[in-house]
Structures are given as C-alpha cells and as structure tokens.
C-alpha cells in the first residue's frame, strides 16, 4: 500500500485547459500575445507615458517641422495669459493634459537679474528677445527636449501620435469585429437552426451582402454615416459580420442533427434556450479563431479609410492619417515619417494573424 504522500492524484483534464497547454507551446503565438498585450497596455495608459500629452499630441511647433530621430532642441516656457485647469489622474490618461505654458524653441539664452534674453532658434544673426522671469515657468523657464522619432511638418512628437495611435486601431478592432460577432450570429444561428423559408430570406440576404465588394461597401456607408471617429467603427462593423454569419450557420446546420439537440426538444426545452445554451458554445472556438482574423481585417481597412480621407479626422492620431500626411516623405530625406506607422500596421496585424493561427490549432479538437 502506498504511502498517502507518494499517491498520485488524477483529473480529467477540460477541453479549455489542453487548448491553453497547446497554446503555450506556440512561440509565435505566445509571442503574438505578448506584442498585443503591450499595445493594449499603451493603449491603456495612453496621455501618461507620451512625451507630448496635450489633447490628442497636437502640441504644434513648426520652427522644428521636419526633423530627423533623436533632434533635440531647447524650449522656453512662457506662461499663458490665461490659467489652465489641471486634470486628475483619470482624465489625464484618457483625454491628455493641455500645456499650461506657450513653448518657444531657442538656441541659446542668458539671464540678467529678473530677465532672461534668448537666441531664437536658427535665428542667424538675429537679435536676441528679452523676457521678465514673471513672463516665465515658475520652475524651469528652460528645457531641453528630444524627439526620439522626429517631428513631422506641423512640428508634433511623432512618437506621440505612434502611441495614441494604438487607441484606434485597437478600438476600431474591437468595436468592429463586436458588431460582427452580433449580427453575424444571430443571423447565422437563425438560419442554421430553423432551416427552411427563414434560412433561404436569410441566406439571400447574406449573399447579396456577399457580392459586393466589401471596401466600396464600406466607403458608401462612411458617406452615408458621415466622417468621424464612431461612424468609421459602425461601417466597418455592418460588412464584417457576413463571414461571421456563413460560417454559424454551416456549424449549426451539423450540430442540430446531434442527439444532444434532440434530447433537448424531447426535455421541452425552447429553440432560444437549445441555441444559446448547448449550441453556440460549441461554436465558440471557430467563432473565436474568426474574430482574431476580422479583427487585423478591421485595422487594415480604417487604415485604409483614413489614408483616403474617409477614416477617423485630424488632429486625432491614427496611423492610417499619418501614412496620408506624410507619404510625401518617402522619396525624399524623412521616409522614416510614413514607414513608421506602416511598420506599426504591419506588425499589429501580424500579431493578429499568427495569434488566429494559434488559436485555430489549440482548439482542434481532431489531435
């Protein structure tokens, strides 16, 4: 007989679990995960980690317009005639903060009792500007900041907008792609269960959906809805979820020939309770692997609609916004302004993809 601390215990092991194991040995998924998270965590915290956490990062400095990675300048805080009110915690990290200060770029400067005189930048053989300290930032009249990723031609940090970015493409993902899931499988559970006449007017209007090209379908509903930040989350969503609908009702169509379903009717339990509680679960995983794959599809496409003018309006950040203002750049000296949010798509929608992939592998339930 064996000792009570050399016995082994054993459990079943649930579905969910063993796709988690398999997930875990997935190194692109795993690192996929990872890189989303990331976003999602500077997405989050948004205003408080920017360098430029004005309202939106348009903080516009155009005597340093264009200028290359790692440029640092000095800045002069001068204060602003009116006061600004400070925002807590909360409303800093959501909307930003706007300067309590007006900032002048400068090469040089000098104090004299109670003025500060300063060399205007690349003012060559200018004069210098005086200032009374009580026109100035009570703390540091003078700063020296760097812009690790440059300035664009209106002069903003293009790190900044990189950062505030990922808040659109990430809510332009997840907004969409949940409008998808609702009406996609309301309409496909309905058509899969009930068959019949409901499936063929169901199954008619999914195809006419169907045929037509899913970007003009979506640039004639921006027009429809208007230009703006939720009008472009609502068109996206009401193309993406017919994809969503085919594949519910080819899974329901199978499932509700199982016997599980017919013990269900035999018990009187209602179709709405069959359907929700014992079908779609079943359905989870396919659904779930179909959301990862809409959701790069929705980034790809704002970006899209941004880069024709018909996405989310400036001076709201988005990467699609950038690569249209600065595409310009690429034949001359400051391509890095356009490659940088491209980069970022890119791997957003990478990440998307081998994390769909993983996702599909983890929860076939055929190994």
């Not at 104090?111 to 009374?132: I, M, P, Q």
């Not at 809510?171 to 496909?188: D, E, M």
């Not at 069959?274 to 959701?295: D, R």
Request: hydrophobic letters at 50%.
């Amino acid at each position: 007989m064996l000792k009570w601390w050399k016995r082994k215990e054993y459990r079943a092991v649930s579905l969910s679990e063993l796709s988690w194991k398999r997930f875990r040995k997935d190194k692109q998924g795993m690192i996929s995960l990872g890189f989303i998270l990331l976003i999602i965590l500077i997405a989050l915290l948004g205003y408080l980690i920017t360098p430029d956490s004005t309202p939106d990062c348009n903080h516009q400095q155009l005597e340093v317009a264009i200028r290359p990675p790692g440029f640092q300048v000095q800045l002069l805080q001068v204060k602003l005639a009116n006061e600004v009110p400070h925002r807590n915690f909360i409303e800093k990290m959501f909307v930003g903060q706007p300067s309590d200060c007006q900032t002048i770029p400068i090469d040089s400067y000098r104090t004299v009792g109670d003025s500060v005189y300063v060399r205007l930048f690349e003012d060559v053989g200018g004069d210098e500007v005086g200032y009374a300290r009580a026109q100035l930032h009570d703390e540091k009249p003078v700063i020296t900041k760097r812009f690790l990723l440059g300035t664009d031609r209106y002069g903003r940090d293009v790190l900044s907008q990189l950062l505030i970015g990922t808040r659109v493409s990430l809510a332009v993902g997840g907004i969409s792609v949940g409008i998808a899931l609702l009406i996609g499988i309301l309409i496909g559970s309905i058509a899969g269960y009930f068959r019949g006449w409901v499936d063929d007017v169901l199954m008619w209007f999914i195809n006419v959906v169907w045929s037509i090209p899913t970007l003009l379908l979506v640039i004639a509903l921006s027009f429809a809805l208007g230009k703006g930040f939720w009008q472009i989350f609502l068109a996206i969503g009401l193309t993406m979820w017919v994809d969503v609908a085919r594949v519910v009702r080819g899974q329901m169509i199978s499932l509700r020939e199982k016997e599980f379903v017919e013990a269900g009717k035999a018990l009187g339990y209602s179709s709405s309770h069959i359907i929700w509680k014992h079908l779609l679960p079943n359905v989870a995983g396919t659904v779930i692997v179909i959301a990862a794959s809409n959701f790069s599809s929705a980034i790809l496409m704002e970006a899209g609609l941004s880069f024709l003018g018909l996405g989310v309006q400036p001076p709201t950040p988005s990467w699609g916004m950038m690569m249209k203002e600065n595409y310009a750049y690429i034949v001359i000296d400051h391509a890095y302004l356009a490659i940088a949010p491209g980069v970022a798509i890119m791997l957003l929608v990478l990440a998307f993809m081998l994390i769909g992939n993983a996702l599909r592998d983890a929860l076939s339930v055929r190994d």
